[in-house]
Every structure is written in C-alpha cells, then in structure tokens.
C-alpha cells in the first residue's frame, strides 16, 4: 500500500491564479480531510469528507472547495489563490467509523506572490 | 470549543536525558487523546494514543497518561535519541458527523544533541 500521496511536493503560484491540490489514498478508507500547517497555530482542519459525494467545512474553509467522486481522490481546489494561502497543505485518512487513526499525506508546500 | 495546549518550543535536550512535553485540554465529554510526530520534511504519524481516563499510550520508549482530573496528557520518555529530534503535537478528536475531527495544539519542537 502506497497509503496517502499528494501532488506536488511544492508549488509557486501568483496572486490570482487557480490549481489543485491532489489527494489519493489506497486503503479503502471513507473518512478524509485537509488541513493547512501554519507557523505557531499547528494543523486546522479545511474541508473533510465522510465518503464519496459528502463533505463539509472545518474551521478554516474559506477560500477553498473540495469534491468527493471517488473513494479514492480528495482533491482541494484554490479558486483565486491569495498570499494568506502560503502553507503546507496535509491530507489524511481513516477508516471513520469512530475515533480510528488517522493517516497523514508527506504534505504539499504552496507559496503564493 | 475544543481545544489543546502544549508547551512552546524549542526543547533542546543532550541525548539520554529524560524528556516531557506537557499537553493540556479542553474539550466536553470525553474525547481521545493522540500525540504525533512529524520528523523533518514529512508529514505526521500517530505516535501514540489513549481513548479513555486513566488509558497510558506508549510506543517507541515514549509514554502519555490520559488524565481526565487534571485534563492532561504528558509526553514523556526516559532517554531520547538524536534520532528523537521532530516536531511533536498533542491532539484530540471526537466523532462528529460520521468521521473523527482533530483538534491539534501547536507543536513542540524537539532538538536532541550528542
């Protein structure tokens, strides 16, 4: 098992522009979500999703969207990527029905001018 | 709200001596409790975890307490490694809407040194 991967490892961007963050897990779990690492404030949660076709905001979701088609793929979407948005960006998964582990993604450093 | 408080950091210790991070908490009912570990330039892995009072989650020669009296879940280990040295979160989560949401603190930065 490849567990969590995201793509890319790191990307620039400008004021404005758009992309996405991909996500992908192969154990087959239901639950997923994204969080931003900041300096001093730990990981706050972004979006979450407890299966295919559902999903919901977390603390921080402004500025951000998600969709689920698949078990598999979690991907965050920035529309008009902002200098606010400079982060390092981690997905994770668990299987969901209760207080399981959660399984962290490497992480994706995003830095926006 | 929920939430989680750790000592701030930088932690720099020589290697073999004794180490605690303290973590405490404030959450309703009765949430888990997790330490990870985040070594440089990955991402997090659970490190240990305790889902009810008086519950002690140990691996790798660390160990945490669940302490419901005094909300609390100290990291502690007996002899640290250079091998040792990462970012570690104290976080606790609670089933809401079908999945578990975490609820980190900031980190404490570890530095062990020969």
């Known amino acids: 098992n490849a567990g969590v991967t995201q793509t890319p490892k790191f990307q620039v961007l400008k004021t404005g522009q758009s992309m996405t963050l991909q996500c992908a897990q192969d154990m087959n779990h239901e639950y997923m979500s994204w969080y931003r690492q900041d300096p001093g404030m730990g990981l706050r949660l972004i979006h979450y999703s407890v299966g295919a076709g559902i999903t919901d905001q977390g603390e921080v979701p402004n500025g951000y969207n998600v969709s689920r088609s698949t078990t598999e793929d979690f991907p965050l979407r920035l529309l008009s990527a902002a200098p606010s948005q400079t982060s390092v960006y981690f997905c994770?998964?668990?299987?969901?029905?209760?207080?399981?582990?959660?399984?962290f993604g490497p992480g994706t450093r995003l830095l926006v001018l | 709200g929920d939430s989680v408080t750790q000592m701030e950091g930088p932690v720099t210790l020589s290697e073999e001596a004794f180490l605690t991070i303290n973590c405490t908490y404030t959450a309703t009912g009765y949430p888990s409790l997790f330490w990870y570990v985040q070594y440089p330039g990955e991402g997090l892995q659970l490190l240990l975890k305790a889902t009810k009072a008086d519950d002690k989650g140990s691996n790798k020669g660390f160990e945490a307490t669940y302490r419901k009296e005094t909300t609390s879940f100290h990291l502690e280990k007996g002899s640290v490694q250079v091998s040792d040295s990462a970012v570690y979160f104290c976080a606790l989560s609670r089933v809401a809407g079908g999945g578990n949401k975490l609820t980190f603190g900031t980190g404490t930065q570890l530095k062990v040194e020969l």
């Open positions: 994770a998964s668990s299987s969901g029905q209760g207080l399981e582990t959660q399984y």
